[in-house]
């Protein structure tokens, strides 16, 4: 099939990538000039692995192309998916405007028949605004459809996330949309469910509502853990083992981050309210996510007593493994806690460095977990980065003042660290 995608960003490029990876003729399309010269000579604008090496076979084979006009996208496809960004206003509203335009972009540009393919992560009701949007610009009277499809991808596995979906949503109005979607997708050989448009924009935002809701169970139930010395993996083991509960996503550390969970929370408690509903349990979602990174500085306080001029050292910055994405990264809302406390903060991070240098002053930047531990009275593990795991713990010992390492993630065994001479601070298995 001929397909736009229009929007060069995490969800654009992977499914563009990808799409074409399964035989479709894929263009992609992004007003952003400089991002799109940089992709033609297949440089990648973002850290996710596997990406480039598909973007470039796609390039060679002729499969992938990137273009900054959206008129020329729309022109060459039949299907146009929308997964331009919907970033938040401020005030919880997502803002629409990059929607909007290109809706009124392909209302100009359609010579026939086009199946508009909403991606990106909107509100409810948002399908119908493009359909209104279209049918108010179009110049002819062409015939189109408007689908709803929203990408569950995470950062970090967002390949695999794509061909092997737990489910595929469509949310269509007409039977034809609803079988060239099918067929569309048909090579994944996954679950399609078939909606209507506004059930398939709300299973988007309850899903990651509902998945922020689970870490926040669990962080709040780790709280718990510490006071009365239970074990926050174990707790999560035991629930994890009910089917009806399901053991991801169950996973106590410093918070949720990113550039989807906080955002959408907020978007959904807006429309929420402006239905009419006030949605107290996302709220507490969110307000217990905000108290988890204060709960780890103050673990990080009863271990260090005075934070002012100790020197720390925190591993990782991303807002989780596997991306060089720091958009509301709890590493980085924890370094700027532990800066206002006045400690000197030693950072290494192994893909987020350079963007981080853009957004933190007064943080020393090390090429290494070595030499971020460099004399410092506490070692943080903020990211469960793979290469953390396997940290050489005598070097380590020898290299910081104080054989103290707070782990944010829970990645380490406490035995272990305890047997090596470290005090061992986790996130919900008992004060030490
Ligand atoms: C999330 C959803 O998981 C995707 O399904 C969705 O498509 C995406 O948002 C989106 O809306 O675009 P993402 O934000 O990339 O994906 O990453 P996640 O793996 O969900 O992690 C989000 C945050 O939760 C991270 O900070 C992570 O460290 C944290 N987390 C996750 C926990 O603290 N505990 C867990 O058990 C799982």
Redesign the pocket.
């Known amino acids: 099939m001929n397909i736009s995608i229009i929007g060069s960003g995490y ?1 654009g490029l992977v499914s563009g990538a990808c799409f074409a990876e399964l035989g479709n003729h894929v263009i992609c399309a992004d007003n952003d000039i400089k991002k799109i010269a940089g992709l033609k000579k297949g440089i990648i604008p973002i850290y996710e692995p596997g990406l480039e090496e598909l973007i470039a076979g796609n390039l060679k084979n002729k499969r992938l192309k990137f273009t900054s006009s959206i008129r020329e996208a729309v022109k060459s496809s039949e299907i146009i998916f929308i997964a331009v960004g919907t970033p938040s206003l401020g005030n919880g509203e997502a803002d629409l405007t990059g929607v909007e335009n290109v809706a009124r972009v392909i209302a100009q540009n359609m010579d026939g028949y086009r199946l508009i393919v909403e991606k990106s ?1 909107v509100p409810v009701e948002t399908c119908a605004w493009i359909k209104k949007t279209i049918a108010t610009y179009i110049k002819k009277k062409h015939k189109f459809d408007v689908v709803s499809n929203p ?6 596995s967002a390949i695999s996330d794509f061909t092997h979906p737990d489910r595929i949503v469509v949310g269509a109005e007409s039977q034809k949309a609803g079988q060239v979607m099918t067929q569309l997708y048909q090579p994944l050989n996954r679950p399609i469910l078939i909606t209507n448009i506004k059930s398939a924009e709300l299973i988007k935002h309850a ?2 509502a509902f ?1 922020a809701t689970k ?1 926040s169970f669990i962080n709040a139930l780790s709280r718990i853990c510490d006071k009365v010395g239970a074990d926050v993996k174990e707790v999560a083991q035991g629930m994890g083992l009910d089917a009806r509960i399901g053991r991801h ?3 106590a ?1 410093i ?7 906080p955002k ?1 929370l907020d978007a959904f408690i807006t429309i929420a309210g402006n239905l009419g509903y006030d949605f107290k349990m996302l709220k507490a979602v969110r307000d217990t996510n905000q108290e988890q990174k204060e709960f780890v500085l103050q673990k990080i306080k009863e271990a260090l007593w005075i934070i002012k001029d100790k020197t720390i050292a925190v591993l990782g910055l991303a ?2 493994s596997n991306t060089d994405d720091l958009r509301n990264s ?1 590493s980085i809302d924890l370094i700027k806690l532990l800066l206002q406390e006045g400690a000197k903060i030693r950072a290494y991070d192994p893909r987020a460095m350079e963007k981080a240098k853009n957004i933190l002053n007064d943080v020393i930047f090390c090429k290494d977990p070595y030499q971020a531990s460099q004399g410092a009275d506490c070692l943080i593990i903020a990211t469960e980065w793979n290469e953390f795991k396997e940290l050489d713990f005598l070097k380590l010992k020898k290299i910081l003042q104080r054989a103290l390492i707070v782990d944010g993630r829970n990645i380490y065994d406490p035995k272990q660290l305890k047997k090596l001479g470290f005090t061992y601070v986790g996130i919900g298995h008992g004060r030490e």
Request: proline share 4%; charged share 20%.
């Open positions: 969800v992560t990408e569950f991808l995470r950062e970090g899903s990651n998945l870490i996503f169950l996973h550390g918070g949720y981050g990113g550039s989807c969970f959408d807002f989780k709890p």
